[in-house]
Nanobody
Framework: QVQLVESGGGLVQPGGSLRLSCAASGFTFSNYAMTWIRQAPGKGLEWVSIIDTAGVSSTYADSVMGRFTTSRDNVKNMVYLQMNSLKSEDTGVYYC?????????GGQGTQVTVSS
């Protein structure tokens, strides 16, 4: 069965950086685009980024454009989210999902808290 395990979250000060990882298994990883989504406290799910199957093309929500970068390793079945210049509004639980703009979390997510 499909398994997605996110990691790398934590507490970081505004302006800081974090790198999230997502380990995928149970499907042919290289056949699927991968999406990162997040949920801020008390709010709904928000799409963050998408990366295509080959890792050549990625798109980002306006709220993270220029600060976040997504990448993938089709040998290791991993997808990453490099987050720089973090802001308090980036606080939330981050999930990776299988497919193009899939808004259904499949894993437990990883908590990111941006606070001084």
């Amino acid at each position: 069965q499909v398994q997605l395990v996110e990691s790398g979250g934590g507490l970081v000060q505004p302006g800081g950086s974090l790198r999230l990882s997502c380990a995928a298994s149970g499907f042919t990883f290289s056949n699927y685009a991968m999406t990162w989504i997040r949920q801020a406290p008390g709010k709904g799910l928000e799409w963050v980024s998408i990366i295509d199957t080959a890792g050549v093309s990625s798109t980002y929500a306006d709220s993270v454009m220029g600060r976040f970068t997504t990448s993938r390793d089709n040998v290791k079945n991993m997808v990453y989210l490099q987050m720089n210049s973090l802001k308090s509004e980036d606080t939330g639980v981050y999930y990776c999902t299988k497919g193009w703009r899939n808004m259904r979390p499949g894993g437990q997510g990883t908590q990111v808290t941006v606070s001084s």
